[in-house]
């Protein structure tokens, strides 16, 4: 017995090294049992013009199906993981904010995106610090960071340490966890 344990352990690493490198699971949206609650602040370095999150938003679970999509119930309330290349917001360049598609809170920042390659939304900081929270995750048989909002607690995706300078971070995070909302221009004095 001990041998056919040692012999399918040893086939599984191979399995928990190449799931560990993503931001999830690669395959159809999946939902992943919540992460113990070992709560940490995000990155140190950001630059905001947004206050920080002031009040938490807690709501059962028949009243956030009836505010999100399918697709954002599973992710943000059962840490579900959309498929890799698929989100709405991979691709998207323009200048603004990307909010909790929860409660609208502030994560992240356009100037902080970059393409990771990975098939989601990665950004090397979080817009205001204090908004995104993180958390051990040990699902998918490996220790990953989760990373979710800090005011509804919904889930984003993970953090790793193989992003670019400054911070080294990138925070793989899914589409459907986020809203974009694009930096307005001012009006000129001609069109008032």
């Given at each position: 017995m001990k041998r056919a344990t040692g012999v399918l352990l040893a086939n599984l690493v191979p399995l928990v090294l190449l799931l560990g490198t993503g931001c999830g699971n690669r395959g159809e949206i999946s939902e992943l049992s919540p992460p113990s609650a070992?709560?940490?602040?995000?990155?140190?370095?950001?630059?905001?013009?947004?206050?920080?999150?002031?009040?938490?938003?807690?709501?059962?679970?028949?009243?956030?199906?009836?505010?999100?999509?399918?697709?954002?119930?599973?992710?943000?309330?059962?840490?579900?993981?959309?498929?890799?290349?698929?989100?709405?917001?991979?691709?998207?360049?323009?200048?603004?904010?990307?909010?909790?598609?929860?409660?609208?809170?502030?994560?992240?920042?356009?100037?902080?995106?970059?393409?990771?390659?990975?098939?989601?939304?990665?950004?090397?900081?979080?817009?205001?610090?204090?908004?995104?929270?993180?958390?051990?995750?040990?699902?998918?048989?490996?220790?990953?960071?989760?990373?979710?909002?800090?005011?509804?607690?919904?889930?984003?995706?993970?953090?790793?340490?193989?992003?670019?300078?400054?911070?080294?971070?990138?925070?793989?995070?899914?589409?459907?966890?986020?809203?974009?909302?694009?930096?307005?221009?001012?009006?000129?004095?001609?069109?008032?």
């Amino acid at each position: 017995m001990k041998r056919a344990t040692g012999v399918l352990l040893a086939n599984l690493v191979p399995l928990v090294l190449l799931l560990g490198t993503g931001c999830g699971n690669r395959g159809e949206i999946s939902e992943l049992s919540p992460p113990s609650a070992t709560p940490t602040l995000a990155s140190p370095h950001s630059q905001t013009s947004r206050p920080p999150m002031t009040n938490k938003v807690e709501k059962t679970d028949a009243e956030w199906r009836a505010l999100l999509t399918p697709e954002q119930f599973t992710v943000l309330r059962k840490h579900g993981t959309e498929r890799a290349f698929t989100g709405a917001l991979l691709d998207t360049k323009d200048s603004g904010a990307y909010v909790c598609a929860g409660c609208g809170l502030e994560l992240f920042h356009a100037d902080h995106k970059f393409d990771s390659g990975t098939g989601w939304p990665s950004y090397w900081q979080p817009a205001i610090p204090e908004n995104v929270g993180t958390r051990e995750d040990r699902g998918l048989f490996t220790k990953r960071t989760e990373v979710h909002c800090a005011r509804c607690e919904g889930h984003l995706g993970h953090v790793f340490d193989d992003g670019p300078a400054p911070t080294g971070l990138r925070y793989c995070i899914n589409s459907a966890s986020l809203r974009f909302e694009p930096t307005r221009k001012p009006e000129s004095r001609s069109e008032k």
